[in-house]
């Protein structure tokens, strides 16, 4: 099992930056990645960036490439989303999310996922 602990999240203006970590403890070497998503009152959990553990391969959605970066720190099994550029329409509660085993499937996929983290609010003021 792979626990996750987000933080970071925070109210900035339209037009700032905020990076946001993951924390991950417990059997991280069965981790074949990790990604973020992000949740929006009254609207489905969407998919934001991803990291593949192998090769450190990144994916992002079309509305946050160019603005936010993912990116990994071994040693502190660490995953940070560094946004920049935030909108309004960033606003949600942002999830950490891993896949177990050596397999990387679907990076954008909320059921590829098996361990989640409890969230951070980011909340972006026009």
């Known amino acids: 099992q792979v626990q996750l602990v987000e933080s970071g999240g925070g109210l900035v203006q339209a037009g700032d930056s905020l990076r946001i970590s993951c924390a991950a403890s417990g059997r991280t070497r069965s981790s074949a990645g990790m990604g973020w998503f992000r949740q929006a009152p009254g609207k489905e959990r969407e998919f934001v960036a991803a990291?593949?553990?192998?090769?450190?391969?990144?994916y992002y959605a079309d509305s946050v490439k160019g603005r936010f970066t993912i990116s990994r720190y071994n040693a502190a099994n660490t995953v940070y989303l560094q946004m920049n550029s935030l909108k309004p329409e960033d606003t949600a509660v942002y999830y950490c999310?891993?896949?177990?085993?050596?397999?990387?499937?679907?990076?954008?996929?909320?059921?590829?996922?098996?361990?989640w983290g409890q969230g951070t609010q980011v909340t972006v003021s026009s």
């Open positions: 990291i593949r553990r192998s090769d450190d391969t990144t």
């Open positions: 999310a891993t896949q177990y085993g050596s397999n990387w499937l679907f990076p954008r996929l909320t059921g590829s996922y098996d361990s």
